[in-house]
């Protein structure tokens, strides 16, 4: 789904899979928009299967914390996006639109906090890998 066409808004109610084999029933609920302008505008949902009616893997909240260094010209304009894995996958990229603790982030010597709410949890976290697509100006940044 692209977001695309005459009619690019769905909701998804649920995706259900038999395994042929076994007989077993998989079962993934969204109940929710896939969309640009409904919902949360997002149009990729990763979605937890249940099996006999409950999630085999449960939902949480990543709260991250980003500092930039004092150090001078270490601030950028730059989008920032970040992947966190872990021992469930990973969590596809992070956009860091939107600080909770300050409207001009990635600023010299200032730690900016942003909140993934009703992600799929990845268990133990192994690695994160972060990065910035050089737009903006003194896109250069520096991160403590």
């Given at each position: 789904?692209n977001?695309?066409g005459s ?9 259900t899979?038999r ?51 004092d150090?001078?010209?270490a ?22 639109k939107e ?33 910035h ?12």
């Amino acid at each position: 789904h692209n977001g695309k066409g005459s009619r690019p808004d769905w909701y998804l109610e649920k995706i259900t899979l038999r395994n042929l084999d076994s007989g077993e029933l998989t079962v993934f609920i969204l109940d929710d928009w896939i969309s640009k302008s409904k919902g949360d505008g997002q149009l990729t949902k990763d979605i937890p299967a249940s099996v006999g009616g409950k999630a085999t893997i449960k939902k949480t909240t990543y709260k991250v914390n980003v500092k930039t260094s004092d150090e001078r010209g270490a601030g950028t304009d730059a989008n920032v996006s970040l992947i966190i894995f872990g021992e469930n996958g990973d969590s596809g990229e992070l956009k860091l639109k939107e600080s909770e603790t300050s409207s001009n982030k990635f600023e010299r010597n200032q730690t900016d906090v942003f909140k993934f709410p009703d992600m799929l949890s990845l268990g133990d976290l192994h690695k994160c890998r972060v990065w910035h697509d050089s737009k903006g100006f003194g896109a250069g940044w520096h991160l403590e």
